[in-house]
């Protein structure tokens, strides 16, 4: 059983995922667990990779508002009640948030974004490509599932890690815009940014088996 930290995650999909196989899966965030949880850390991500425990696994999603690509006219043309200088301030935050998640000191590490403009890039210590672009559709396990959604998520992962393979069964031409349609409101956020189960499920099977044949694992 492996030590896991899912970063930026209040759903706890990924969590869940990891805890089913059998690890020692905790969720962290700024923001409280969605639904009640003993297994998560109301904290900002920087303390809790320092507290030194997640010796084996992190995947983590930071915030991507300021930093994606389909963001970026924010920031020469801020929404109301912003000003520019806020906007690029917000983008040197998250850009700093991305780097030390890149870079933390953990044997295995994904961080999940989309697609990121240039200005993010340039800001974010030791960038690299990312190492795959996946859809939830490819992990989904029938056309009226959740995960049957065009969603393009792109994994920067550690050099030890495998990319992802498909687990799905259906072949994209019936996938939802259920991201892209979301109402505006409150909430349009948090459904944006929800994790997809399938994908979850796939990591939690596909890297837990790494993990678990990992001689230092014992
Ligand atoms: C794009 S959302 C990811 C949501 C995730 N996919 C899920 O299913 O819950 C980014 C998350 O990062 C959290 N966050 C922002 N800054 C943080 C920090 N410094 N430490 C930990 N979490 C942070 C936000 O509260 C938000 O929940």
Not at 16 to 41: E, Q
Not at 185 to 208: H, L, T, V, Y
């Amino acid at each position: 059983m492996a030590n896991v930290l899912i970063g930026c995650e209040t759903s706890g999909t990924v969590r869940d995922a990891f805890l089913k196989r059998g690890h020692n899966a905790w969720s962290c965030d700024i923001l409280p667990a969605d639904t009640p949880t003993n297994r998560h850390i109301q904290d900002d991500i920087r303390n809790v990779l320092k507290m030194g425990l997640w010796d084996f696994l992190a995947v983590m999603h930071p915030p991507c508002t300021r930093l994606c690509n389909s963001g970026v006219r924010w920031l020469d043309n801020p929404p109301k009640g912003k000003t520019k200088e806020d906007m690029w301030r917000e983008l040197d935050e998250g850009a700093s948030l991305f780097s030390d998640v890149l870079n933390a000191d953990v044997k295995y590490r994904c961080v999940e974004n989309p697609i990121m403009h240039k200005h993010a890039k340039k800001r974010i210590r030791n960038f690299k490509p990312h190492s795959q672009n996946v859809q939830p559709w490819h992990f989904a396990e029938s056309e009226d599932s959740f995960d049957n959604q065009k969603k393009a998520t792109l994994l920067w992962l550690s050099d030890n890690l495998p990319l992802l393979k498909r687990t799905g069964s259906v072949d994209g031409t019936t996938a939802r815009q259920d991201v892209h349609n979301a109402s505006p409101g409150e909430d349009r956020w948090k459904i944006r940014s929800k994790f997809f189960p399938g994908m979850a499920k796939a990591m939690a099977n596909q890297w837990g088996a790494v993990l678990e044949a990992d001689p230092q694992l014992t």
